[in-house]
């Protein structure tokens, strides 16, 4: 299981934030605080979804190594807020995590949900976590680099402006694929000497990576 993985792969006290934390914990970060399918994956408005629990846990163990204390970090597409501030967690007041969506309505929704959690809301007064609106397919060239970027939308081809922001040793993970069909998320690492190694690791369907215009006229969306 990913979570299992997760936690027995964690290094350097990296904590882990449960996806059933214990409801007595006012610390525990609570999927449903910040989405209302909780305990699954669905529709977040304005065409835009939320990951399933397993898919969040996967990516977390891909980037595990990587969200260490003191990390600074890229969440493309941070809908929710979620997994923006599950990583805020794990690298800590001394990191950095940035997430971006180009709705700025799902930008002041999870600004509101994530303070909901006293942790996540003395990161973002610390500045350590912070969502902003955004294009997410240009990153965000003024905090660059990062150790871990995170892409929450399945882009054509692997996007080379996120991999110039990555820092050397950084890893990004991205679904690769095009809108409609079955996409590959991919692994991309920035060896040390600056060198890039991609590899495929497990099948997935994700919304595509677009324009905010694009989003808002999908004839699926449902609010």
Wanted: glycine share 12%; aromatic share 4%; hydrophobic share 40%.
């Amino acid at each position: 299981h990913p979570l299992a993985s997760l936690r027995a792969r964690r290094r350097n006290r990296v904590p882990v934030i449960p996806l059933t934390p214990d409801m007595s914990d006012p610390c525990a970060l609570r999927r449903g605080e910040l989405c209302e399918q909780g305990g699954a994956g669905g529709a977040a408005g304005y065409a835009a979804t939320i990951s399933a629990p397993h898919m969040h846990a996967f990516c977390l163990q891909l980037l595990c190594d990587h969200l260490v204390p003191g990390a600074h970090v890229l969440d493309v597409g941070s809908g929710s807020g979620y997994l923006t501030a599950v990583m805020g967690h794990m690298v800590g007041a001394e990191g950095h995590v940035v997430g971006i969506d180009h709705i700025s309505q799902l930008v002041e929704q999870s600004k509101k949900d994530m303070r909901a959690n006293a942790v996540t809301a003395s990161l973002m007064d610390a500045g350590a976590v912070e969502v902003m609106v955004g294009d997410g397919r240009e990153g965000l060239p003024s905090a660059a680099p990062y150790d871990a970027i995170h892409v929450g939308a399945a882009s054509p081809e692997v996007p080379e402006g996120l991999v110039a922001q990555l820092a050397p040793g950084g890893r990004m993970v991205v679904p690769v694929g095009e809108q409609g069909q079955m996409q590959c998320m991919t692994v991309v690492d920035k060896r040390v000497d600056g060198t890039i190694a991609t590899h495929k690791s497990i099948a997935v369907t994700y919304v595509p990576l677009t324009s905010r215009r694009h989003q808002l006229n999908t004839a699926w969306w449902v609010n």
